[in-house]
Each structure stands twice: as structure tokens, then as C-alpha cells.
């Protein structure tokens, strides 16, 4: 071997070692941007862990959106001293009755599916005071087919619903 092609093999080595080093420290500055977005995401996690917590034993359901007002408590069971605060607070109003019962009643009173678009309007029609968004209803009867208490039947691109007979 010569000394001019060891020296351009030598020189060729400092390049790649060169770009190497490059390419690492991009590399390294790409990797701490990334920690540093799940850092904030973590810490956002946490936050709404905390509040979920705290907000876990609500018992005031009135205060509560109405797609969630028929679903269960899962999780922990609720800690007595907010609850019993919250429940004196509430016998003094007159509960509404829930959306969920609401639209299996207007179910109930028809043999044939239903969209989700005309049970609401019959719904609004039937109780002005409850105004519930389209998604509202969509949600609530979707919990309800989950908790096995009505159908859902698919015809091409519309879903309707219908009442759950105990026989069937």
C-alpha cells in the first residue's frame, strides 16, 4: 500500500466518521424533542387522571351530561363524604326522568324501527324542556343497546332502533 492511497483511505475514514457524528447528533436532538412532547403529554395525562379522581364520587347525576346519566359507576365505589353532600342537595329538586327511559318509552310505543333523527324529534316534541344534540341520542341509544335493552337494526346506510321484547 502507498502512502497516497493510505492517505486517502485515512481520509475517506475522517468523513464517514465525520458524517457519523452528524448524523448522530441529529439523531440525538430529534430523540430530546420527542422526550420532551411525551413529557407534556404525560403530565397531561396526570392532570386529567387527577381530576377524573376527584370528580369519580360526584353523586349529583342532574349535573352531570345526559348520555351519562344512565350509565353505571364503574371503577372505585363512591366516597362517602361527597356523596351524602351532594345527595341532601338533591332530594330538594324534582329529578327529570332519564334520557335513556325517555327513549325506550317513545320505543315502546312503536312496532317498527326508528331512526335515531325521528326519536329525537318525537323526544322534543313530547318534552320541550329536554333538548338533547343529535349525538346526545345517538350515544344513548347505542348504551342502551350495550346494556341489551334495545336493537339495533342496519339497512344500507341508516341504523334504527327498536324496542328489546323479554321473549326475544
Same mark, same amino acid.
Given at each position: ?7 486517502? /483511505? ?10 457519523? +457524528? ?8 430529534? +430523540? ?5 412532547? /411525551?413529557?407534556? %403529554? ?10 377524573? %379522581?376527584?370528580? %369519580? ?8 351530561? %345526559?348520555?351519562?346519566?344512565?350509565? $353505571?359507576?364503574?371503577? @372505585?365505589? @363512591?366516597?362517602? $363524604? &361527597?356523596? #351524602?353532600?351532594?345527595?341532601? &342537595?338533591?332530594? &330538594? @329538586?324534582?329529578?327529570? $326522568?332519564?334520557? &335513556?327511559? /325517555? ?9 317498527? $324501527?326508528?331512526?335515531? @333523527?325521528? +326519536?329525537?324529534?318525537? +323526544? ?23 346494556? #341489551? ?20
Amino acid at each position: 500500500m502507498t502512502t497516497q492511497s493510505a492517505a486517502t /483511505l485515512r481520509s475517506r475514514y475522517v468523513e464517514q466518521a465525520a458524517s457519523d +457524528l452528524e448524523e448522530n447528533r441529529r439523531r440525538q436532538q430529534e +430523540l430530546a424533542s420527542k422526550i420532551e412532547v /411525551l413529557k407534556q %403529554e404525560e403530565a397531561l395525562l396526570a392532570d386529567i387522571l387527577n381530576l377524573t %379522581e376527584r370528580y %369519580e364520587g360526584f353523586a349529583d347525576a342532574s349535573r352531570l351530561p %345526559e348520555q351519562l346519566q344512565d350509565e $353505571p359507576a364503574v371503577g @372505585k365505589p @363512591k366516597r362517602a $363524604p &361527597g356523596a #351524602g353532600a351532594a345527595q341532601a &342537595g338533591a332530594k &330538594g @329538586k324534582s329529578r327529570q $326522568p332519564l334520557l &335513556g327511559d /325517555l327513549l325506550t318509552d317513545l320505543l315502546s310505543h312503536h312496532d317498527e $324501527p326508528r331512526l335515531a @333523527k325521528e +326519536l329525537r324529534d318525537e +323526544l322534543m316534541a313530547k318534552y320541550p324542556d329536554r333538548a338533547p344534540t343529535p349525538q346526545v341520542v345517538r350515544n344513548t341509544l347505542e348504551s342502551l343497546v350495550a346494556k #341489551g335493552r334495545i336493537q339495533r337494526h342496519k339497512q344500507q346506510r341508516s341504523v334504527m332502533y327498536t324496542l328489546l321484547t323479554p321473549d326475544a
